[in-house]
């Protein structure tokens, strides 16, 4: 063993020294280049490790890729303006985005309780900021819709809208997320819709009238007059570029007065410049007449999900029946001209019963009924088509319906659906959720995380909420299939609680209203704030 040692110690003096290598020693731009193969986590590493890697990683293309590349939009300009502004874009709104994935309560998120209300609130929309501000994030803006025959739902990062039931009209009440006080108040509203675009909030009474409020100071924007009936539905709208069809425009379902007649859906053209000077800008400017108007038959239920709208400007209506009229409006811009209001392009036939939900793509159509196991799925682009070719006539008869194109079966009762990047969501009464193939009809998964009912979903490229009678909300998250080319997956993450407050007297969540990092569950006359990026005093 000590010859060996000899041996070895004799080859090591013999040999001639080398110069040994540092990556330092590279350029700036060759260090550049490695750092664009690093993912973000590495990246921060690297950047930790001397004063020149910290300023190859500080440079802003590497992190305007990685956030490009994470999110499909980003507005950088939310950021304070400084150096590192795309570094700190990730980093603020990544943390956001771990804080919803962790969902740790007093740590991730926050809640506060909204009480007040006299009336139960039955619908609801919520509205956040258009431009979101990562960094300090604001809360959003909530309209809600008490017990009334018909009423809506908002929100912005001012505070919440709640219509509040008194007589057969609701009154509107604006609401402060952070002080759980009323800010601002209107009466007489029916319904209400809101556009977060143009932080505009639309309010629809009686007389047929509807107001259309800038909610950053509650101004009046302008008044519209329909025709002769009350304003039941509100919906905003907006076109692709390049479309025929308005780039911002209104809905109204106007029920009519007279007792056996038609009810009309009437489309607002609100893509108006606004008025040159500022004393024209202090009168209110509306157009004088919808551009333009469909028929409908009336509806045996309404609620804001009565309209689906899909982005390539096809408008299908739930609630009259086992019929679902189908419009395709940009075709109909072209006969404007003709005698309003207009039929149809397409009626399509539900096996089922009353058809009482709707989701509409640019390609499908997904119809459920109320207590029933089944979702049909409608090809609405092939009936479209084939109805061009055969020459039928847009008419409300027995030669223009279809019957789907496939029916998916969902194991229970039908309560909550949506559609999101091509894959159907049910919710079901007994707890269970599930992720559809529409194309094939095949379920992908399914998941029981809840003890009651499935009242409403949420879903978006990021997240699944689910809210039950229950008293909780679920959080899911998406995840990278591991087969590439294959569906993407879901998977259960936690579950937001309602606490021990006055509304579990009620039936459980009933409504569920999310946007880029709060969410808002309703039950009863009460609603439950919870938020991932602000600091909240206790209730």
């Given at each position: 063993w000590y010859a060996r040692l000899a041996r070895t110690e004799k080859m090591d003096a013999d040999e001639e020294p080398q110069e040994e290598f540092a990556i330092d020693w590279l350029p700036l731009d060759c260090i550049i280049c490695i750092c664009e193969w690093l993912p973000p986590d590495d990246l921060v590493r690297f950047s930790r490790a001397c004063k020149l890697f910290n300023g190859a990683a500080q440079v802003g293309y590497l992190w305007r890729h990685h956030c490009l590349r994470r999110w499909t939009f980003c507005d950088v300009l939310q950021v304070a303006e400084g150096?590192?502004?795309?570094?700190?874009?990730?980093?603020?709104?990544?943390?956001?985005?771990?804080?919803?994935?962790?969902?740790?309560?007093?740590?991730?998120?926050?809640?506060?309780?909204l009480k007040g209300h006299e009336s139960d609130i039955t619908d609801a929309v919520i509205i956040g900021d258009s431009r979101v501000n990562w960094e300090n994030p604001k809360p959003p803006l909530v309209i809600s819709l008490a017990s009334n025959p018909v009423s809506g739902i908002g929100i912005r990062p001012l505070g919440v809208l709640v219509p509040e039931t008194t007589s057969d009209q609701g009154s509107v009440?604006?609401?402060?997320?952070?002080?759980?006080?009323?800010?601002?108040?209107?009466?007489?509203?029916?319904?209400?819709?809101?556009?977060?675009?143009?932080?505009?909030?639309?309010?629809?009474?009686?007389?047929?009238?509807?107001?259309?409020?800038?909610?950053?100071?509650?101004?009046?924007?302008?008044?519209l007059k329909t025709r002769a009936g009350s304003v039941q539905v509100l919906k905003y709208g907006a076109a692709k570029k390049g479309s025929k069809l308005p780039q911002r425009f209104l809905l109204a379902y106007v029920k009519t007065d007279s007792f056996g007649g038609n009810d009309q859906i009437e489309i607002w053209d609100l893509a108006k410049p606004d008025p040159?000077?500022?004393?024209?800008?202090?009168?209110?400017?509306?157009?004088?007449?919808?551009?333009?108007?469909?028929?409908?038959?009336?509806?045996?239920?309404?609620?804001?999900?009565?309209?689906?709208?899909?982005?390539?400007?096809?408008?299908?209506?739930?609630?009259?029946?086992?019929?679902?009229?189908?419009?395709d409006l940009p075709s109909l811009i072209d006969t404007i001209s003709s005698t309003p209001p207009h039929p149809p392009n397409v009626t399509l036939n539900s096996p089922n019963s009353v058809v009482t939900s709707c989701w509409l793509t640019p390609s499908v159509l997904a119809t459920t009924c109320s207590?029933?196991?089944?979702?049909?799925?409608?090809?609405?682009?092939?009936?479209?088509?084939?109805?061009?070719?055969?020459?039928?006539?847009?008419?409300?008869?027995?030669?223009?319906?279809?019957?789907?194109?496939?029916?998916?079966?969902?194991?229970?009762?039908?309560?909550?659906?949506?559609?999101?990047?091509?894959?159907?969501?049910?919710?079901?009464?007994?707890?269970?959720?599930?992720?559809?193939?529409?194309?094939?009809?095949?379920?992908?998964?399914?998941?029981?995380?809840?003890?009651?009912?499935?009242?409403?979903?949420?879903?978006?490229?990021?997240?699944?909420?689910?809210?039950?009678?229950?008293?909780?909300?679920?959080?899911?998250?998406?995840?990278?299939?591991?087969?590439?080319?294959?569906q993407p997956q879901l998977e259960s993450r936690y579950t937001l609680l309602g606490g021990s407050v006055a509304h579990k007297t009620h039936d459980g969540f009933r409504r569920l209203l999310c946007e880029a990092s709060s969410c808002v569950g309703i039950a009863g006359n009460q609603l439950k704030f919870y938020t991932f990026a602000c600091k909240l005093d206790s209730p």
């Open positions: 150096p590192r502004r795309w570094e700190r874009y990730f980093a603020a709104r990544r943390k956001v985005e771990a804080r919803m994935e962790q969902g740790r309560p007093g740590r991730d998120y926050r809640v506060k309780t009440k604006g609401w402060d997320l952070l002080q759980a006080k009323p800010v601002w108040s209107q009466e007489e509203v029916l319904c209400i819709a809101a556009d977060s675009s143009s932080s505009e909030l639309a309010t629809g009474k009686a007389d047929g009238s509807i107001t259309l409020w800038n909610v950053r100071d509650w101004g009046v924007k302008g008044v040159p000077d500022e004393q024209a800008q202090q009168q209110p400017v509306s157009p004088a007449k919808p551009f333009l108007a469909l028929w409908s038959s009336p509806l045996m239920g309404l609620s804001g999900s009565s309209l689906a709208l899909s982005s390539g400007g096809m408008l299908s209506r739930a609630g009259g029946g086992t019929e679902v009229p189908v419009w207590s029933s196991f089944n979702v049909d799925i409608w090809d609405v682009g092939a009936h479209l088509e084939a109805a061009r070719k055969a020459g039928r006539s847009a008419m409300y008869d027995s030669s223009n319906l279809w019957n789907p194109t496939r029916t998916i079966m969902n194991g229970a009762a039908v309560t909550a659906m949506c559609v999101v990047a091509g894959l159907l969501v049910t919710g079901g009464d007994d707890g269970s959720l599930r992720l559809f193939n529409p194309t094939k009809g095949d379920c992908l998964q399914s998941f029981r995380n809840h003890q009651g009912a499935i009242m409403d979903i949420h879903a978006d490229a990021f997240r699944v909420l689910t809210c039950s009678k229950d008293f909780s909300l679920r959080v899911y998250r998406w995840v990278k299939p591991q087969v590439k080319g294959s």
